[in-house]
């Protein structure tokens, strides 16, 4: 089993930035991907970011392509995902997940282990 908390949410103005974090423990990370989706009301839930654990290796939705960044810690067993240029549209409950690495590492299906979700808002 793998456990994940994430924290860093809250409420921010159109522009503005912020950092999430998820820790993950219960296994060793070796051999797995961590990612970040996003869920807005009612839309379903999307890839946002992925980095897999062993080698660094990334991918972003287009949508958050050039403002968003997925960083990992190995001694703390986190990533954290720093959030510039923050538009109304990024609003959603924003989960970690971890997942064997795959094919379908851009998708829900991909991921085993998910977080509880942390909310961001952004004020236009």
């Known amino acids: 089993q793998v456990q994940l908390v994430e924290s860093g949410g809250g409420l921010v103005q159109t522009g503005g930035a912020l950092n999430l974090s998820c820790a993950a423990s219960g296994r060793t990370m070796r051999h797995y991907a961590l990612g970040w989706f996003r869920q807005a009301p009612g839309k379903e839930r999307e890839f946002v970011t992925t980095i897999r654990w062993n080698d660094g290796n990334k991918a972003y939705a287009d949508s958050v392509k050039g403002r968003f960044t997925i960083s990992r810690d190995s001694a703390k067993n986190t990533i954290y995902l720093q959030m510039n240029s923050l538009k109304p549209d990024d609003t959603a409950v924003y989960y970690c997940?971890?997942?064997?690495?795959?094919?379908?590492?851009?998708?829900?299906?991909?991921?085993?282990?998910w977080g509880q979700g942390t909310q961001v808002t952004v004020s236009s």
């Open positions: 997940a971890a997942g064997l690495q795959s094919s379908l590492l851009r998708s829900v299906r991909g991921y085993a282990y």
